[in-house]
């Protein structure tokens, strides 16, 4: 399964956050070696850590961004060129949730939409930075 159906998973099948669901693909994709436990650390960035403010989609997507590259110096370009990523593709000009939550969100998956979308944002943008190594 690629990352959108994985996190798919995650946040529909399993009814975890949008932070969490995503960070956990990530992790079982790309083999990042953290435990559930540790994943469910980011369960408190959810609808934007309780208060609209960042998505958590983003913020899991970080933790996994952050796992896969620590330690490396450009780290900090990594994470910044992401965040990019996602705010064009979310297509709201914000990175918060907020704002970004009206457009993806229905009764019936929540907001599966906009997790779908970071999965593929997240997934291709890893590609590209794995393929300047």
Sequence with gaps: MNLK????????????????GVLMAANEVYGLGLDADSCQLFEGFR???????????LTGAMGALSRKYRGREDLKDICAGFVAAFTEAMGSGSTDCRVIAPNFK??????????????QVLESYIARVDEKK
């Design 106 to 119: 229905t009764p019936e998956r929540r907001c599966a939409a906009a997790v779908e979308l970071a999965a």
């Design 47 to 57: 609808t934007g850590m309780g208060c609209g403010d960042a998505c958590g989609c």
């Design 5 to 20: 159906e994985r996190a798919t998973y995650y946040y529909e099948e399993k009814d975890l956050g949008c932070a969490v």
